[in-house]
């Protein structure tokens, strides 16, 4: 690349134009897939490139890839579908006694794995045909995907086998959502940075549920203030919100009723009129007393802002420290116990994901501690101790993302002083860790019959 813009303001120039807006600690690693992005289109210039990514398509898709995480699969994060199953769905057929549809927007869509989970979750409930469900993604070839409603096994990992033969037609590997389904799911391209909600005139409006979640992470605090007031705007009365656990919290950027439950933090707009309102938690609450119960799915009282201070980095690392003894002490259980209450109170924490993921791995728990170590990617991608666990979690499940990771380690600590400490990780080196890394991608490539690199 030329002299032209430093690769942090490259960054974030290229971020603006994708739609996205940095938050400060993704700014290098951001700069570090941009410059990999343009090595393999060969393009040297910083000028050309950012002219090309206005008129490109197909190269703007390459750098939303690059600088965004694209995992997803069915029934991600379970414990929101229980969620929405148990609690949100009886609640809002409760207040649409003339059959109005419900409407459902799926905003982050990727490849399409979440609203058509959306869309089974709805026919198993006897609901589908009285709810639709919109979609929107920046990504046209992730949209392209969606819409082709085809997918292989690891984005069903997570799915009960009668749901798989109940829903796709399988056949070579592959599984082909069923055409009644498919149909139910509408799709649009949302540059969710730049566009204007809320947008009646496109559909965008009066939701009664949003789905955006591991989005907000991608995004800077002001677009995240200005994202939240507008996805409040987009609620219908009584409408409900979800992100996922690594997104910023909300609360403080519009009047949204807050709940804290087992599927991460639920956001509310309630209904302005009435004295007893029908969506209100404590209906939620009497739905569930009729259902058969299921643990930790609850919506307690709406807790006030106040009591969910972020504590300084003194009470964090103190908190961290407690996990980290029980860890060393060979108690596990006990220090997952301790990371599970703290990452609930304390979300934007990579170091407490970290240690619920090491304290997973050691029990043997490695689909739980991978899950753990992917938030840990989210919240900061540049922080390698986390790559290089999950690309020990993944040797045998998934051998391609666990090479990858292994590459992420490798590239980052090539690229620093090798006697630097790797932070959260304070036993390696930069040039110890690099030289693990080699020799983990070494043991993939002979276990799936490559030449080494």
Same mark, same amino acid.
């Given at each position: 690349m030329t002299g032209h813009a430093l690769p942090s303001k490259l960054a974030d120039e290229v971020a603006c134009r994708v739609g996205l807006g940095l938050p400060a600690s993704r700014k290098d690693v951001v700069a570090s897939a941009i410059g990999r992005v343009m090595a393999r289109r060969g393009i040297d210039d910083s000028s050309l490139f950012l002219h090309r990514l206005g008129l490109d398509q197909d190269l703007t898709d390459d750098v939303i890839a690059a600088i965004t995480v694209g995992e997803t699969h069915f029934f991600r994060d379970p414990d929101q579908f229980q969620l929405i199953s148990q609690a949100i769905l009886p609640e809002l057929r409760l207040r649409r006694p003339d059959g109005s549809l419900v409407r459902i927007w799926s905003v982050g869509c990727a490849t399409g794995e979440e609203p058509y989970s959306l869309a089974i979750l709805c026919d198993e409930e006897g609901l589908l045909q009285d709810v639709r469900i919109s979609a929107a993604d920046v990504s046209r070839r992730a949209l392209a995907t969606a819409k082709a409603a085809e997918y292989g096994e690891w984005s069903l990992r997570n799915t009960d086998r009668k749901l798989k033969d109940r829903y796709f037609t399988s056949g070579e590997g592959r599984f082909r959502l069923n055409e009644r389904l498919r149909r139910q799911v509408g799709f649009a391209h949302l540059n969710l940075g730049a566009v204007e909600l809320p947008a009646p005139e496109r559909g965008l409006a009066d939701f009664d549920l949003i789905l955006c979640r591991n989005v907000l992470v991608y995004l800077d605090a002001s677009t995240v203030r200005r994202i939240a007031r507008q996805l409040f705007a987009c609620l219908a009365d009584g409408g409900w919100l979800l992100t996922a656990p690594t997104d910023p919290p909300l609360w403080k950027y519009a009047p949204f009723e807050t709940s804290i439950t087992s599927g991460g933090v639920v956001y509310r707009r309630m209904i302005a009129h009435g004295d007893t309102p029908r969506g209100? =938690?404590?209906?939620?609450?009497? *739905?569930? &007393?009729? #259902? #058969? %119960?299921?643990?930790?799915?609850?919506? %307690?009282?709406?807790? &006030?802002?106040? /009591?969910? #201070? =972020? %504590?300084?980095?003194?009470?964090? #690392?103190? *908190?961290?420290?407690? *996990?980290?003894?029980?860890?060393?002490?060979? /108690? =596990?259980? /006990?220090?997952?116990?301790?990371?599970?209450?703290?990452?609930q109170s304390h979300p934007l924490s990579a170091e407490l994901h970290f240690l619920q993921g090491l304290s997973q791995m050691a029990d043997g728990q490695t689909d739980a501690a991978a899950a753990a170590l992917r938030r840990v990617v989210y919240l900061d991608g540049s922080l390698a101790a986390a790559q290089f666990f999950l690309g020990v979690c993944l040797t045998h499940s998934d051998p391609q993302a666990s090479q990858r990771a292994f590459e992420n380690v490798l590239q980052f600590c090539l690229s620093r002083p090798p006697r630097e400490r790797v932070a959260l990780m304070s036993e390696a080196t930069a040039g110890d860790l690099a030289e693990r890394a080699r020799r983990e991608i070494g043991k993939i490539q002979r276990g799936r019959g490559s030449k080494r690199l």
């Open positions: 209100s =938690t404590a209906g939620v609450a009497s *739905i569930l &007393g009729h #259902k #058969k %119960p299921v643990a930790h799915v609850s919506l %307690p009282r709406a807790c &006030g802002m106040d /009591e969910r #201070k =972020t %504590p300084d980095d003194k009470a964090l #690392k103190a *908190i961290a420290r407690q *996990i980290r003894w029980r860890y060393e002490l060979g /108690e =596990t259980r /006990e220090a997952q116990r301790l990371a599970a209450q703290a990452v």
